[in-house]
């Protein structure tokens, strides 16, 4: 037991101890040799950072000229010619594209007008050329729309808001799509619920009809009629004049084996269903 009046460290004000400590503390330094090791690691980070930039400018840069000098005499695929407003879709899977070289190619009549571009997928997915994509199409005059690749076993709300985050439409763009063409280990009954809360939230934001992209075969097994209220995309190849499908349809992606100046891999080609007055009517006021 301590003499009476002595202090310990139980009884001692905090204070006291606080001084105490701050008077016997030695601030960290480091030596020489561990100053010299981090600048070391700092510099040699320095370098790799700017090492993998060039790389990928380089890269990028490449990429841009193998798609400019991808020439082709025709574009490889039987154009059903009595429609007269053609386009393509895209996507990440044909890398970099040179948009001023799809836009000056026409093969007789058929110039390309408009693409239709993958934005987003799932709940939290956007295409890595998305932005590039978008903003190349405008500048080169060519009418873009984006669209979202829907995951059925996802919530369709919190897809819809990522399509919403990532893309914003202006006058003259083409309305949003969405695109269905898996179940992804859901029922029917599933995945119409969930398309229903993307379409109605999207269409809510924009103020315009979404457009639905899927094959024949799905819709006619998965969707029905239930969204016959609107605008379908059908993808049916290898049909010489129109897909096979009752229902009425706006937009045909009739082959996705077709070859454009500009883009390195084979792209999908589609048509309109309808004049000129009409396409002008379906974009965004």
């Not at 981090?38 to 510099?43: A, D, H, L, N, W």
Request: aromatic share 12%; charged share 25%.
């Amino acid at each position: 037991m301590p003499a009476p009046g002595k202090l310990t460290n139980f009884n001692k004000p905090a204070i006291y101890i606080c001084l105490t400590v701050t008077a016997n503390y030695k601030p960290f330094m480091l030596s020489t040799k561990q100053k010299k090791q981090i600048r070391k690691i700092v510099i040699a980070s320095v370098a790799i950072v700017i090492l993998i930039t060039g790389c990928w400018l380089v890269y990028q840069r490449l990429t841009y000229r193998k798609a400019k000098f991808s020439r082709y005499p025709e574009f490889g695929i039987i154009i059903p010619e009595s429609y007269s407003i053609h386009g393509i879709d895209v996507s990440k899977y044909q890398s970099m594209i040179a948009w001023e070289e799809v836009k000056a190619m026409k093969v007789k009549e058929v110039q390309l007008g408009f693409s239709f571009i993958k934005a987003t997928e799932g709940i939290g997915n956007t295409d890595p050329h998305f932005k590039r994509n978008w903003k190349k199409t405008r500048d080169n005059g060519i009418i873009r729309g984006a669209y979202h690749f829907f995951i059925g076993s996802k919530d369709g709300r919190m897809q819809a808001e990522n399509f919403i985050d990532k893309v914003e439409l202006k006058p003259g763009d083409l309305p949003p799509v969405l695109d269905v063409e898996q179940l992804n280990g859901v029922t029917a009954l599933q995945l119409k619920k969930e398309i229903k809360k993307w379409l109605e939230i999207v269409e809510n934001h924009y103020q315009v009809k979404p457009i639905i992209y899927t094959n024949v075969d799905f819709y006619n097994r998965n969707l029905g009629n239930e969204f016959d209220a609107y605008p379908l995309w059908v993808a049916h190849y290898y049909q010489t004049e129109q897909p096979r499908i009752r229902r009425g349809w706006i937009f045909w992606q009739h082959s996705d084996e077709g070859r454009v100046n500009g883009i390195v891999s084979k792209v999908d080609f589609n048509v309109f269903n309808g004049d000129s007055t009409a396409f002008k009517q379906l974009l965004i006021d």
